[in-house]
């Protein structure tokens, strides 16, 4: 198990980011964890790489927003909030 992680919880794995252009196209970016290693520092950087451009970000699943909001709390600096 990873820390702060117990057998009942849940923990997000992987995202998908569809980011529309001006010119009416979209872009894809994607993230799926390999391994056994614990994957909730890596997804959230790349979430918010992924991110980094976006004027507005919409999530579609109740499920997804409770994840999403957990990783938010991994990135957030010591101290601070999500």
Do not use: C
Not at 4 to 23: C, I, K, L, N, T
Not at 50 to 56: D, P
Request: cysteine-free.
């Amino acid at each position: 198990m990873w820390p702060d992680v117990g057998p009942w919880r849940q923990v997000v794995v992987q995202f998908s980011y569809h980011e529309q252009q001006a010119d009416g196209t979209f872009t894809h970016r994607a993230y799926l964890a390999e391994g056994p290693g614990d994957p909730r520092e890596e997804l959230a950087l790349q979430l918010l790489d992924a991110t980094a451009g976006a004027e507005k970000i919409v999530m579609y699943s109740h499920f997804r927003a409770d994840q999403n909001q957990g990783a938010g709390r991994l990135a957030s600096p010591p101290g601070g909030s999500a």
